[in-house]
Nanobody
């Protein structure tokens, strides 16, 4: 039984910070690539940041320098540290774990992030 539990979302102020967590169970976390996606109202879902099993990271240009993705394999948890928040960061954020060889693809239920004063 695979389970992804997201936490850390909520209301943030412009210029403030939030930290999202994605705790996984039911799989060998370390062999999965992980990505954080977001979807704002009226917009397509976009990949915000990704991290491979080898800790290689990538970011979309709009969050580069502000967001940091990381993973702790001993805790089977991935994180998204969001600094210098902007109203444009408002979206539902989704955690995704994928293993191509195993044909596994898991999504979290999403967590709302709202950036507003």
């Amino acid at each position: 039984q695979v389970q992804l539990v997201e936490s850390g979302g909520g209301l943030g102020q412009p210029g403030g910070s939030l930290r999202l967590s994605c705790a996984a169970s039911g799989m060998i976390f370390s062999i999965y690539a992980m990505g954080w996606y977001r979807q704002a109202p009226g917009k397509q879902r976009e990949l915000v940041a990704s991290i491979t099993s080898g800790d290689s990271t990538n970011y979309t240009d709009s969050v580069k320098g502000r967001f940091t993705i990381s993973r702790d394999n001993t805790k089977s948890t991935a994180y998204l540290q969001m600094n210098s928040l902007k109203p444009e960061d408002t979206a539902v954020y989704y955690c995704r774990l994928k293993n191509i060889g195993l044909l596994d693809d898991y999504w979290g239920q999403g967590t709302q992030v709202t950036v507003s004063s």
